[in-house]
């Protein structure tokens, strides 16, 4: 790592499929609403990096959780912030630990303890993109489903704000407190 300026990241992948995901929601007595889901196995996959500091969110959509998306989502990550060197704190999954993976030179990867996602702050932004974007909602198809993915994850992006405040919790504020 060079004298660049540090970002600490936090990085996590979701899978997105035509399975239709209701829930509760409100309708006058006496009417019941309907909620079609269907269940089909095709699925995309968001892979995303946040800074809960400033509320910067990177991500792509892939076709697959694996070692060769995983190395195409490092090296668009490092090439996004190619002047600075990223601290990126993740789980263990075995496509994270990949010898074939090529890790950019201004990353650094951090795991964080099995069986511990409760402390990656992306799996509560993922829980928040489910609810705005993904409930008793029906997709057409894979393609339909990848817009709405683009679509949610756009507006994440471009608003940095709602991003720190879903995700810049006190240790972590504290961490990067500390670390000046």
């Not at 889901?37 to 969110?57: C, K």
């Amino acid at each position: 790592m060079t004298d660049q300026p540090l970002r600490l990241m936090f990085q996590d992948e979701a899978r997105f499929g035509l399975i239709g995901d209701p829930r509760r929601c409100w309708a006058p007595f006496p009417l019941r609403p309907l909620v079609k889901i269907e269940i089909v196995q095709q699925f995309s996959y968001a892979y995303a990096a946040l800074s809960p500091h400033d509320g910067t969110l990177d991500s792509l959509i892939l076709p697959h959780v694996d070692g060769s998306c995983m190395e195409i989502f490092l090296q668009e990550l490092g090439r996004r912030h190619e002047k600075e060197n990223i601290l990126l704190v993740l789980d263990g999954a075995g496509w994270h630990r990949s010898r074939q993976v090529r890790i950019p030179d201004n990353i650094r990867l951090v795991f964080l303890p099995p069986y511990s996602p409760e402390l990656n702050p992306v799996e509560h932004f993922w829980e928040e993109l489910r609810e705005k974007y993904f409930h008793n909602v029906l997709f057409q198809s894979l393609s339909s489903l990848d817009d709405q993915l683009e679509t949610g994850l756009r507006d994440y992006e471009q608003n940095p704000e709602k991003m720190v405040a879903l995700t810049s919790w006190d240790w972590i504020k504290n961490i990067i407190l500390n670390a000046k």
